[in-house]
């Protein structure tokens, strides 16, 4: 590797190799090629993977169908409520974790992280066995929408609360303590100077924190799998029910829609996140 | 001279985006020299250097180094070494792996690597340190070894970028010291990029100022405070007063000028002028008397004091002539009692030798 | 920091509803599965009761595990992880490589192309990939096109291989790039200046210095792999399956809940295994931090 360099290009401007220009090219092409496919076949007549005549069919059978309407409205109502309850206790657990001194710190801290590296199979059976032997399972069933659900949610707070908890404490790493007692120092109470200065600092971590607890929230399916009981079954569930049973362009649309959703939301917290990172 | 060690042949770098860092600029250094590199940031120092280096690559014209046209040449064969900015002193290794590190990867032999890199830490005295990693070493400490890593290689050419920026005030000058001892013992080229003039004027042999990508001048230090070919490296050297002139006559060298604030100067020059000019004037050429000075020929103007700055050594004073023009004058603390001898507001008189004033024509 | 003795009511406030829902949904779940593992069916009346359990009475279900055919999807996981990763790793480091040293404008733009898939549902991206790979899928028809095929690209391990690298690559190129890009260049560029080749410059200066990157990225890709269940169950087939899939199975089909959990803190155990050495290596590394 030690050919001439090209004129006006000096020797670490990896990103203009022609060999990684094209490795680059073929990732995105595996990477994006199969979810276009999908795309593109949820407009077609039929299952076959040859196109057979453009049609909207298939959205309006997945949306009159009542089990995938219903699994896709689950999946949101999870995530929300979700997101909501872990953003506020991932961001008062890393309060906890920045601001305190507490005996055996560590080994809390060592717990905290534990749903993020547990197997999800692993978090997902034992909760499925709680929830049986505590009652739990039965006892929602027959309850009202989205109350049904309450298993569910329980469950992805659990595994969502730590990463939003991660997201905040490494901001919070950037606070200049300074700033809390310039408050103090200008008169501002300890309540005035959390809301005036602390939240307004954490502000870009909550939103990337819940951005990610939703989108987990949405995207789980072993969790979801076990802890929920046979009426409430989420999008994800429904899918692997249907994709069991083979190919259908029903899924193909309403995976349409969902990719659609995600998206959009993504989008949406980059965009409302990106002006207020000028904290850093 | 003799043949140019390094020769500079019309380079060009233009980035994608439109931006010209270094603009048709030809520069022949000699054999030994330590030659400087001088200008304000963004002037494309840094890029000339890392050039001559093969870190980047002109889009236009060739770099010479030992007769052969190295400008496409990768960096890793190039008879130059270069001491970083930031020193980049691999963090992983020891001080001894770091020094080794140009050896080994080039394949010279064991014993030989041993005893260079052993005669390299003794040149910078960092024997006793060869074992420590560089995370417990200081700013300094890692600048020797930076330094000693790249004259191990015994390079034609050794390049400083910056290399006291990152130290403080004290460490430097014992660096800049240190740094012309090592020239005198190694006997290799240095070029050094830097944005400081001091440095640039006690240290190398001849300078290249540098401004938006061109040369402006190319001399020895001396030269370049007492000859500037421009406002530009007049301003940039040191201080100086800059005096708008409009030029009443010229018979060959002499030329005879109306000034602003100052009236009439007569001064000589090599150049032709056109109607406008700009006499300079270091501010420690300029005198002042609270008496009307006496004397053929010199210059003399009336001030106000309007401020006294106390250096020590020198007093800085800055005077209100007439027309509106701020003269800037240098004055010795020749006596232990009463400074430049001068109050703010105080009515004086400004005085120079018309020789000692300079016509700048560009 | 402060102490919390000097702030009680502040500290409790805000440690109580994480550390309540940390014991209830998953410290005390994962206890209650861990008893079970030692546990078997209970016999009442001389039958094998489905909800009754005697606690602590056995090692039985440890040693069932270590039956052969339990050790080889336990092997399975272990080595399709390793090979998943691995190619994650080789794939990630130049594309990562490639976005730090993009021109600045573009690195957002190129990062954001890398890791989007991410954000989009797991399920639905393993069913996109095999909707197109089966034997009636895009990649097929394409093919019997130019008269060949079609083949049967799923059910085998390669297959979940590809599924495990689609789904995971965004894992390793994020721990990668934030290292990558917060190496300072000017230890690249003094070793090329010092004579190295661009290959010897890897080995000995970026790599060396990224390696906690890399390692980060290792268990962000190996851990969830070794638990996989979705991806050996869709593109792999049966035959393909991994202990994450005997784990399912022992719950939902075979009913035997003290060896699933056996089974599951295996996994478990696994995975603790895979953190400690990166904890060994990275304690022993001086890189740049991801």
């Not at chain 1, 929300?80 to 906890?96: D, E, K, Q, W």
């Not at chain 1, 069991?244 to 917290?269: E, F, H, P």
């Not at chain 2, 830490?121 to 300094?140: C, T």
Request: charged share 15%; proline share 5%.
């Amino acid at each position: 590797m030690n050919a001439a360099l090209k004129s006006g290009q000096g020797p670490l401007e990896y990103a203009r190799r022609p060999w990684i220009i094209i490795l680059f090219g073929l990732v995105l092409v595996f990477l994006y090629a199969p979810i276009a496919s999908l795309i593109v076949f949820s407009f077609n007549v039929d299952k076959s993977g040859v196109w057979h005549g453009f049609t909207v069919m298939n959205y309006v059978k997945s949306w009159h169908n009542d089990a995938i309407f219903q699994a896709l409205t689950n999946s949101i109502t999870i995530a929300i409520l979700s997101t909501v309850f872990s953003t506020i206790f991932g961001a008062m657990t890393a309060l906890t974790l920045w601001r305190f001194r507490f005996p055996f710190k560590n080994i809390y801290e060592g717990f905290v992280a534990l749903p993020i590296v547990v197997p999800e199979i692993c978090m997902g059976i034992s909760l499925a066995m709680f929830f049986n032997y505590t009652g739990m399972m039965a006892g929602v069933r027959d309850w009202i929408w989205p109350f049904n659900l309450i298993n569910i949610i329980f469950a992805h707070i659990a595994f969502c609360f730590p990463f939003v908890a991660v997201v905040v404490r490494a901001r919070l790493q950037g606070f200049n303590r300074q700033l809390e007692e310039a408050s103090k120092d200008l008169g501002a109470t300890e309540l005035q100077t959390f809301t005036n200065v602390l939240v307004p600092f954490m502000v870009p971590s909550l939103v990337a924190g819940g951005l990610l607890a939703f989108t987990l929230s949405l995207d789980d399916f072993v969790i979801t799998l076990f802890s929920s009981g046979p009426g409430s079954v989420t999008f994800p569930v429904k899918i692997y029910g249907m994709v069991k049973r083979g190919v259908d362009m029903q899924i193909n649309a309403a995976s349409t829609v969902l990719i659609a959703i995600t998206l959009a939301a993504t989008l949406i917290a980059m965009k409302l996140q990106s002006p207020s990172k000028s904290g850093h | 001279m003799s043949a140019p060690i390094v020769s500079i042949k019309n380079l060009t770098r233009r980035y994608p985006g439109g931006v010209t860092a270094v603009d048709n600029v030809s520069i022949d250094i000699a054999q030994n020299e330590f030659f400087a590199l001088l200008g304000p940031s963004g002037c494309g120092k840094t890029t000339l250097l890392r050039m001559i280096s093969g870190l980047d690559t002109p889009t236009e014209g060739q770099i010479f180094i030992g007769g052969e046209d190295m400008a496409l040449t990768p960096p890793n064969l190039r008879p130059t070494n270069m001491v970083f900015q930031s020193y980049a002193v691999f963090p992983h290794m020891t001080v001894q792996d770091n020094v080794s590190y140009g050896l080994r990867v080039t394949g010279v032999a064991a014993d030989e690597t041993k005893r260079r890199t052993a005669e390299a830490l003794e040149m910078v005295k960092l024997s006793h340190l060869a074992a420590r990693k560089p995370d417990q070493m200081s700013g300094g400490q890692r600048q020797r070894v930076a330094l000693a890593r790249a004259l191990v290689k015994r390079p034609k050419v050794l390049l400083l970028d910056e290399p006291l920026s990152a130290l403080d005030a004290k460490l430097r000058d014992d660096m800049r010291l240190e740094l012309t001892r090592l020239q005198e013992t190694v006997g290799i080229t240095f070029i050094i990029v830097t944005h400081d003039q001091d440095e640039a004027l006690s240290m190398a042999s001849r300078i290249a100022v540098m401004n938006k990508g061109a040369v402006e001048q190319i001399a020895t230090p001396a030269e370049l405070y007492e000859q500037p070919r421009n406002r530009f490296v007049a301003d940039f050297i040191g201080k100086v007063n800059l005096i708008e002139a409009s030029v009443l006559k010229q018979s060959g060298k002499k030329v005879s000028c109306l000034t602003q604030g100052l009236g009439k100067i007569d001064v000589s020059t090599d150049k032709t002028c056109g109607d406008k000019a700009t006499v300079a004037i270091r501010p420690e050429k300029l005198k002042i008397s609270t008496v009307e000075p006496k004397g053929a020929g010199i210059i003399k103007s009336r001030a106000t004091v309007r401020d006294v700055a106390y250096y020590g050594d020198t007093s800085h004073i800055v005077a209100d002539a007439a027309d509106g023009l701020n003269l800037h004058i240098n004055v010795q603390n020749n006596t232990r009692t009463g400074g430049a001898g001068v109050d703010r507001g105080q009515k004086i008189w400004v005085h120079f030798n018309p020789t000692d004033a300079l016509l700048l024509t560009e | 920091m402060d102490d919390w003795k000097d702030f009680k009511r502040v500290f409790l406030t805000l440690a109580s509803p994480g550390s309540f829902w940390l014991l209830v949904f998953f410290i005390i779940p994962m206890a209650f599965l861990f008893v079970l593992s030692f546990s078997s069916k209970a016999i009442v009346n001389g039958e094998t009761s489905t909800t009754a359990y005697d606690y602590f009475n056995t090692f039985g279900n440890y040693i069932a595990s270590a039956g052969t055919s339990y050790l080889v999807l336990l092997w399975r996981a272990i080595w399709t992880s390793a090979v998943a990763t691995f190619v994650c790793l080789v794939l990630a480091y130049p594309l990562a490589l490639a976005v730090c040293f993009a021109a600045p404008k573009w690195r957002p733009i190129l990062l954001l192309l890398l890791i989007l898939p991410f954000w989009i549902n797991l399920l639905i991206r393993t069913y996109a990939l095999y909707s197109i790979f089966r034997s009636t899928g895009v990649v097929n028809q394409a093919m019997g096109l130019i008269g060949l095929g079609p083949y049967e690209m799923l059910n085998n391990t390669s297959a979940v291989i590809m599924g495990l690298v689609y789904v995971y690559l965004p894992f390793m190129v994020l721990p990668l790039y934030s290292t990558i890009e917060k190496l300072d260049r000017s230890y690249l560029e003094a070793s090329l200046d010092l004579g190295a080749s661009q290959a010897r410059t890897f080995w000995s200066v970026t790599w060396p210095l990224t390696l906690p990157g890399v390692i980060t990225g290792i268990i962000l890709v190996y851990i969830p792999c070794l638990g996989t269940f979705l991806t050996s169950d869709i593109l792999g087939g049966p035959n393909n399956w991994t202990i994450g899939n005997a784990i399912q199975n022992q719950f939902l089909e075979a009913n035997n809940w003290p060896f699933g959990a056996a089974l599951s803190f295996i996994l478990l155990y696994a995975t603790f295994i895979a953190l400690v050495i990166r904890a060994l290596i990275a304690g022993r590394s001086k890189g740049v931090d991801a």
